[in-house]
């Protein structure tokens, strides 16, 4: 919607949102975007994921028009961390402005819905503008154009995109072959499964199935009258705004001068504001000065001396104009320098915040506050200046006298940098023959980027074939390391002292080694010190080995004949052959999806789109958070303790930033008369809201406080001191062995306690070896649901109460609020329409959360509301059980298992929530193999920790990875290969029955063998494993390994409602107990309704599935709706609401025979219409109890991934799993696809990256997306083969399917044996070199295996021992 405005009345904030004009008069200028468009208009599709830069969910297009040019930009920002003043001018497309429901959806999304690449979907509107802010930039390249439908995107470009959004659901290969759709190179036949071909078609795929994009005619994202306004130079009226936007250098130096004259006045300098993502300040500014329009630091010049980057210039221009091709024909060594630092630069954050910060304020954190930055260790390399003024006073100063100079103060401003033509880098005399060489490096958890490094290093050398020798001189060099724990970036002196005039060789080489490693010392209290030092000696040792002819490539070629000129030129063929960004390769190569397609029941079985997965892309969908709020409304946010046992004297605010608009503490003393303390409730016991006295663990509610926006409401938290008394306490109890001393234990219910199979002590006497009393200790895992947690309560008439939460089992939020309240269950209604992931997170820990707003909204009598902040939720969320493990196991000498004892202390923090069930989980899991005998004693330790919660595949998980533990060990012990004993293992269907009792099923039902050998064949198994060998004997930098394992899940089925009405029209509402989390449970319950109802077989019912709305859960229509979880609500769902077709099929067969008698075409409308005036009962509600024969079933699968591992690093790349997964007769082979990745994926972050860790008082410490790495797209496998297994027909299960939610998260674990057997081979070489004492094959590998992990196990003096050896045999 475009508006004239008059163009006379200047002096605000104007700006547009989808062509919709916006005129602000007063703004808060520390008000973000993102907090703008979510609170004042109606474009809710920016998500609020993270706050802080790191995930993309609030990823927008910016559009800025230059009237000089008459040019528009377009770029993409993280609007949580952009500044709403900065946006003057400027025209913002969200995801709803690309299409909607109304206006027609874009090709973007449609797409998205049908590559199955949106499954919770709260990540997807991010998703989609990511995709989109690449295609813009792509089509205004100068490339050919594209052939009709496609784009100027390339396939790399397309997979780039979204490398810096988090999606914790589908685990990325849809949404990468969504963006590849769209690539103007992409292989058609690559992409993934869809709903645009059909299976068995796939030869057809072509453009032309694809929803159209039409590159001409894409979205206008400058409207006209904006242009216009902005040609009549709008300028902010700073007096309302407190913004500053000097568009001279006088200007700016006038502010500077009048606020340092008028003191006491708060002001910030700012740019792209993205430094709030890192360092979140709470304190309030007074008056921002934007940078960003001052010509002096926006400038880009390139003359012969080098190329001088304006500080307000943006990494992303930056890159660019690094990138700038030269004219001549040969790539001058300035040139090469400054294309390895765009290449460099492209990894820091993602191209959302690339796109927005500035290079300057990249600096400025780095010399002020000590930001592990990259730009200043590879500029510092480069041998960079700066530029600054104080007051009226420039400076001109190397990069490294800038760094080491105190923290620039408020005057002081960062004019631009300057990297210097190699020519003229002073420290560097160029030889006429001489050669300069520039590396950069970077170890970070994710290669893209959007991790900071744990060290990153530049070096630049001048080098030449030695006159006197066939070797290489180092006429000179600067060598830079940073971020590794330090102050600012350094430069290695001595080491470029020691080198400068030396012949490279191996002797120089080790002791250039030892000097870097007394350089690059962490300060204390850097974590994993010791892997820092050790990757700086890794990194030096790549650059300079090959030119010492110590390469492994050298080494093993022997030297002869090899002199400098060859060293030089494989050096650079191999640093140097790849610095065409746009030709790299891609990231993922083409992955497989085979299923077998069910057409008996149609549509059950179909592999239709995911229900609303159109509107979650164009940001349509409604989530808690985009409920507007009602008037009069406060907002909520928590105060926790951080102090795990202690007394609570008081809580006071730092007054002097508290926000106004802050209104009220709520605490346990306002729970009102008749109601109790509680926050949550399973059947093992509740766990109360709030502390009272005295506080239980750190990270519990301590009191809520209100306000009057969620900004102030958390502000206020995050200003309030809690007062403490810790005189006469006992120590609080953190671990499981403090546990057990003080037994404090929750009982475990005999009922639910496994059985134990055998008898041990025979099983151990029938053994040739044992192995005794082995400790394995899983740490937690984090449900990093991208919603954060969330509710809205509603006061009702006559004490009611309505609550919408996003919330995993609202019958028990109800229950709980019911209690607190002191009302009865009929006052308070939970209604739940879509949740934005769960993952069992939203079960137990979405309680308080409803419950707080409720109780708030009870005393005030207003709607309260809260969208919990990040940290917040990480901190109180609890998470997976850590648990230490100590096994015994016996075993002949053929590998065969013949005893197996385990001592389990399941850590389940302060209250029972669910961990009763862990005991069984585990067990059942762990079952897969056959122990002979097995025995256990598990006991769940009360902590004073928060309570653990069932996060996916809860105690199954640990139970499966302890199986392969045991193998593992068993196979090493033995010399065997762990394929082989975990085949020796493997259940008979006998075996099966007696460790499975009542799951087994009859003996068709165990296909698990069959999967096993398939996938053997389908993934080649025995020829990689050869291959693999190969390339190890081979490479001495990287190692690979690869693993195979089983998987077995006993679930079982839970009662479940349903209700089916048919209304007059004869559209169809279905009312489930399930809740849709992202899980597909309302597709499958259309089909399921589709299917059924189908029956009545009335003329043109084609688009039966059209008629069908499954509605939200309401907990005062539906009752008894329990909680989604355990992978099987899908199924029972859909059995409910099979029982309520089929009474309205019964009652609607009689009618329709008798109209047949009347008329030969029966429409459905029509005998709906027919039935309403005969008053037939068209609504059934249902309530589907399993039998207990159907109750417990087991579902197979097997994985084999593939890994390499970086000695130098310790970093793991999966080059490949392949997955077949049993599914039985899928409901929805494309749901069940979806499943099978995204718990694979989030797995893979449990096994590989997840480190989710506590400070000594057990509070949270990784509490947010700069330290918690959940898997993104560059750590997904590269190769990603996803087969179903349609198993036969079973009557007993809900037509014959099974569940896929939870099992092939454990398959995961295959990831990290296959990383074991790559430290193995690492290990064993470490060992021919003579540098392991002992056996090198018992070790164990830490989850999640980070890169210092990997790294420590490989060696972490591995260079050194490799030179040592070398030198040696010389
Ligand atoms: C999610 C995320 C991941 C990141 N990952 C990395 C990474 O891997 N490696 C890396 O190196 N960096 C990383 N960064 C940091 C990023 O590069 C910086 O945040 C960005 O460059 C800062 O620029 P800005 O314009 O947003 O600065 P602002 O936030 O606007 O300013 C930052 C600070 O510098 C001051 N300032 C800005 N410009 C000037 C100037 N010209 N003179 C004086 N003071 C000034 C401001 O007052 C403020 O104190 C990451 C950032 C985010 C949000
Ligand atoms: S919410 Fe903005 S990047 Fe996460
Ligand atoms: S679909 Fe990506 S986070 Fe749920």
Not at 170 to 183: E, H, L, M, Q, V
Not at 439 to 444: D, I, L, N, Q
Not at 640 to 645: D, I, L, R, V
Not at 683 to 700: I, K, V
Request: proline share 4%; glycine share 8%.
């Amino acid at each position: 919607m475009e508006e004239e405005s008059e163009t006379g009345k200047k002096g605000h904030l104007v700006f547009a949102v989808n062509g919709q004009r916006f005129e602000l008069f007063t703004v808060d200028p520390s008000m973000t975007l993102l907090e703008f468009l979510r609170t004042q208009t109606p474009f809710k599709s920016v998500k609020l994921g993270c706050g802080e830069g790191g995930c993309g969910a609030c990823t927008v297009l910016l559009s800025k028009y230059d009237p000089l040019l008459d040019q528009v930009e377009d770029f993409t920002a993280s609007s949580c961390l952009t500044l709403l003043c900065s946006i003057n001018g400027c025209s913002i497309t969200t995801t709803e402005g690309l299409g909607n429901s109304k206006v027609g959806f874009h090709s973007i999304h449609k797409r998205f819905s049908g590559f199955h690449a949106s499954q919770c979907g709260f990540c997807t509107p991010g998703m989609c503008m990511s995709l989109f802010g690449a295609l813009v930039s792509a089509e205004k390249t100068d490339r050919p154009e594209p052939s009709p439908g496609y784009s100027k995107l390339t396939v790399t470009e397309a997979e780039k995109a979204i490398a810096g959004n988090l999606c914790r659901c589908t685990g990325y290969r849809p949404i990468a072959d969504a963006c590849k759709s769209f690539a103007s190179d992409v292989d058609m036949e690559d992409l993934g499964f869809n709903s645009f071909w059909k299976k068995g078609e796939r030869q057809e795929a072509n453009i032309s199935g694809l929803p159209l994009y039409n590159h001409n005619h894409e979205i206008c994202t400058f409207p006209a009258f904006l242009k216009r306004e902005v040609k009549a130079s709008m300028l902010i009226d700073s007096k309302r705004c407190s913004w500053h936007q000097p568009s001279s250098f006088l200007e700016l130096q006038s502010l500077l001068k009048c606020y340092d004259a008028n003191n006491g006045v708060r002001m910030k300098l700012v740019v792209g504001n993205t430094g709030m993502g890192y360092y979140k300040e709470v304190e309030h500014y007074d008056r921002y000065i934007d940078l960003s329009y001052i010509p002096e630091l926006s400038m880009i010049r390139r003359d012969h001396t080098g190329i001088e980057i304006g500080a307000a210039v943006t990494i992303s221009k930056a890159i660019e104009a690094l990138r700038e091709e030269n004219k001549d024909e040969f790539i001058s060594a300035s040139e090469l320098v400054f294309k390895k630092i765009a290449d460099h630069m492209e990894k820091i954050a993602a191209k959302f915040i690339r796109n927005i910060g500035s290079i300057g304020g990249n600096l400025v954190m780095a010399q002020g506050k000590h930001f592990p930055s990259d730009i200043a260790t590879i500029l510092l390399a480069a041998g960079s200046f700066v530029h600054i003024i104080t007051g009226s006073i420039h400076e001109k100063l190397t990069l490294e006298e800038f760094l080491e100079r105190p923290p620039l103060d408020s005057k002081s401003v960062l004019i631009s940098v300057r990297i210097p033509n190699c020519e003229s880098i002073e420290a560097v005399y160029l030889e006429t023959d001489s050669e300069l060489l520039f590396e950069t490096y970077r170890a970070a958890p994710r290669p893209l980027g959007n991790a900071l490094p744990y060290l990153n290093a530049a070096f630049l050398a001048e080098v030449s074939c030695s006159k006197s020798s066939s070797g290489i001189m180092m006429n000179s060099c600067q060598l830079a390391f940073g971020a590794f724990g330090t102050k600012h970036a350094i430069r290695a002196r001595k080491v470029e002292e020691f080198l400068t005039g030396k012949l490279l060789t191996n002797v120089v080489l080790y002791e250039a080694i030892k000097l870097v490693k007394a350089a690059v010392v962490p300060e204390d209290g850097t974590s994993n010190p010791a892997y820092r030092s050790s990757m700086a000696v890794g990194f030096l040792f790549d650059f300079l080995s090959q030119l010492a002819g110590g390469s492994s490539y050298g080494w093993l070629k022997g030297i002869k004949g090899y002199n400098g000129i060859s060293m030089l030129e494989d050096f650079k063929s191999e640093k140097y052959g790849n610095l065409d960004h746009v030709k790299y390769t891609t990231m993922l190569s083409s992955s497989k999806q085979e299923i077998q397609l069910n057409k008996k029941n149609c549509p059950i079985g179909e592999p239709i789109t995911k229900s609303g997965s159109t509107l979650q892309a164009s940001g349509e969908a409604v989530y808690v958070d985009d409920i507007p709020s009602p008037g009069n409304c406060l907002y909520g946010a928590f105060i926790y303790s951080t102090k795990p046992f202690a007394r609570v004297k008081g809580i006071e605010f730092n007054s002097k930033s508290l926000p106004d608009g802050v209104t009220a503490l709520i605490s346990f003393k306002d729970i009102p008369k008749g109601g109790q303390n509680i926050g949550s409730v399973f059947s093992f016991g509740p766990e109360q809201l709030f502390a009272e006295e005295l506080t239980q663990y750190a990270g519990e509610p301590v009191a809520f406080v209100l306000a009057d926006t969620q900004k102030h409401a958390d502000i206020a938290a995050k200003l309030a001191v809690v007062d403490y008394d810790l005189e006469n306490l006992e120590p609080p109890i953190l671990t499981v062995e403090e546990a057990i001393e003080r037994s404090s234990l929750f009982e475990i219910p005999p009922m639910i306690y496994p059985k134990q199979v055998g008898d041990f002590s025979k099983g151990m006497a029938d053994a040739d070896h044992k192995i005794l009393s082995t400790e394995i200790k899983l740490g937690s895992q984090y449900f990093f649901y991208m919603e954060n947690q969330t509710a809205l309560a509603v006061p009702d008439e006559d004490n009611c109460m309505v609550v919408h939460s996003s919330i995993q089992c609202p019958e028990y939020a109800q229950v709980v609020i019911a209690k607190c309240l002191g009302v009865p269950e009929h006052n308070v209604r939970v209604l739940t329409r879509r949740v934005g992931g769960g993952f069992g997170g939203k079960a137990m820990k979405s309680m308080p959360v409803a419950t707080a707003c409720a109780l708030a909204a009870h005393k005030y009598q207003r709607p309260v509301r809260i969208y919990m902040n990040r940290k917040t939720d990480m901190i109180m969320a609890g998470g997976r059980h850590p648990m230490k493990i100590t096994y015994s196991v016996g075993f002949k000498s053929d590998g065969k298992i013949t005893a197996l004892h385990l001592d389990i202390l399941i850590n389940a923090g302060i209250s029972p929530d669910m961990s009763p069930l862990m005991p069984e989980a585990i067990v059942g899991a762990l079952k897969k193999y056959d122990w002979g005998a097995l025995s256990f004693d598990i006991k769940l330790c009360k902590t004073n920790l928060s309570s653990k919660s069932a996060m996916r595949g809860p105690g199954d998980l640990q139970g499966s990875y302890i199986a392969e533990a045991v193998i593992e060990q068993v196979a090493s012990f033995l010399s065997m290969d762990a394929d082989s004993v975990r085949a020796i293992n493997f259940h008979t269907y006998n075996s099966l029955k007696l460790f499975y009792d009542g799951s087994a099923g009859d003996p068709l039902e165990y296909t698990l063998t069959s999967i096993w050998d398939k996938l053997a064949t389908s993934a080649s198994f025995s020829q990689r494993t050869e291959m693999i060998k190969e390339f190890n004997r081979y490479n001495i930098w990287k190692k690979r390994g690869i693993s195979r394992i089983p998987c077995v899940y006993d679930v079982s089925m839970r009662p479940t409602p349903g209700k089916v009405s048919i209304l007059n029209d004869g559209s169809i509402v279905v009312e489930v107990g399930g809740i849709e989390l992202g899980q597909g449970l309302w597709t499958k319950v259309k089909q399921m309704t589709a299917f059924t109802l189908s029956s009545i077989n009335c003329d043109g019912d084609a688009d039966f599935l059209d008629k069908i709305r499954v509605i939200q859960a309401d907990t005062l229509s539906l009752i008894q709706g329990g909680i989604t979880g355990g992978s099987t609500t899908s199924e029972s769902s859909c059995e409910a609401v099979r029982l309520c077709c089929e009474v309205l099929v019964e009652r609607l067969m009689p009618l329709k025979e008798r109209l047949q008698t009347q008329t030969d075409s029966i429409r459905w409308e029509m005998l709906v219409q027919k039935a309403y005036l005969e008053a037939v009962n068209l609504s059934v509600n249902s309530f589907f109890i399993p039998n207990f024969a159907s109750k417990h079933y087991l579902n197979y699968g097997a994985a084999v991934s593939e890994v390499e591992v970086d000695l130098l690093t310790g970093q793991t790349t999966i080059l490949r799993s392949d997955i077949l997964y049993d599914c039985g007769q899928s409901l929805n082979p494309a749901v069940d696809l979806g499943q099978i990745e995204g718990a694979f994926v989030q797995g893979i972050g449990f096994f590989m990256l997840e480190e989710y860790t506590t400070n000594s008082d057990g509070l949270v410490d990784t509490e947010g997306t700069w330290t918690y790495k959940i898997p993104t797209i560059d750590t997904i496998p590269k190769q990603f083969n996803v087969a179903l297994l349609n198993s036969r027909l079973n009557p007993k299960r809900v037509l014959s399917s099974k569940a896929s939610g939870e099992p092939p998260l454990l398959l995961a674990a295959s990831v990290h044996c296959a990383t074991k057997a790559a430290i193995r081979e690492a290990r064993k070489q470490l060992h021919s070199w003579g540098c392991l004492d002992g056996s090198n094959s018992t070790f164990q590998v830490g989850v999640p295996a980070t890169m210092p992990i990997v790294k420590e196990l490989c060696g972490l003096d591995v260079v050194e021992r490799y030179l040592q050896c070398k030198l040696g045999s010389n």
